[in-house]
């Protein structure tokens, strides 16, 4: 195992949703999947319960067939009100959503040619659990992203596939009852490891202090 040099902090402001510099080339070996899966494991969950579940994609067929899915989807969301590349009148916020947009844009197109995707879910013994334990895989799979990074690898957090979620369910063999779906990631080693913080509010912005 060897991680890139950076410290705790240089790791949480430079783990980006990366697209256009995924390197669908370049083979991901299982164990580097299972060491991010292991780092995610260390996340919390109620009750100390761990309910997440990560299926891994390998299979070329399944990957283009979710790719494919995530393609549909994403072409309705391009022509949906909520698109981030609608312009808003605002040049500075345009210019940097026109800069997401586009490279969402290619990750609709290239979803599947990922050498490797991740679906993390909650598992529970029927739909309801399964939903409600949503707080169990959400911290983890930012764990595995956050290890992903560490290990050269980009991730990108993705769930509007969701709308097409049991279509997923049936292409993976997946229980759509017990088995909710949340996070759809393109894994694959980045192009070059060098990412920078992104512009966000000053904290001041964000905080109440009461
Ligand atoms: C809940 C959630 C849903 C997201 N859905 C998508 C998505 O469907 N497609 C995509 O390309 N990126 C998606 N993203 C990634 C965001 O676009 C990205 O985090 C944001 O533009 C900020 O970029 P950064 O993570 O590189 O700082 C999503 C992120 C979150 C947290």
């Known amino acids: 195992m060897t991680l890139l040099d950076l410290d705790p902090d240089q790791l949480l402001s430079t783990t980006r949703a990366v697209r256009k510099r995924l390197d669908f080339t370049r083979p991901v070996p299982d164990d580097t999947i299972r060491e991010c899966v292991a780092m995610a494991l260390q996340a919390p969950s109620?009750?100390?319960?761990?309910?997440?579940?990560?299926?891994?994609?390998?299979?070329?067929a399944k990957r283009r067939a979710v790719g494919d899915i995530y393609r549909e989807v994403y072409a309705g969301y391009k022509a949906s009100p909520?698109?981030?590349g609608k312009p808003t009148g605002d040049d500075a916020r345009d210019a940097v959503q026109r800069r997401v947009a586009s490279s969402a844009d290619y990750l609709g197109e290239h979803m599947g040619d990922a050498p490797v995707l991740v679906l993390a879910c909650n598992e529970g013994p029927n739909r309801q659990w399964a939903v409600a334990g949503m707080g169990n895989v959400i911290?983890?799979?930012?764990?595995?992203?956050?290890?992903a990074?560490?290990?050269g690898l980009g991730t990108a957090w993705t769930s509007m596939h969701l709308a097409r979620e049991r279509d997923v369910a049936e292409i993976l063999g997946l229980d759509y009852e017990t088995l909710a779906q949340a996070v759809l990631t393109p894994v694959a080693y980045t192009k070059g490891t060098d990412f920078r913080p992104a512009g966000r509010p000053a904290p001041d912005e964000i905080i109440r202090w009461v």
């Not at 100390?48 to 299926?55: E, G, I, P, S």
């Not at 911290?139 to 290890?147: D, E, G, H, I, K």
């Open 46 to 60: 109620g009750s100390n319960n761990v309910t997440m579940r990560f299926v891994v994609v390998r299979d070329e």
């Open 82 to 84: 909520g698109y981030a």
């Open 139 to 147: 911290p983890a799979t930012w764990s595995f992203m956050l290890a």
């Open 149 to 151: 990074r560490a290990r």
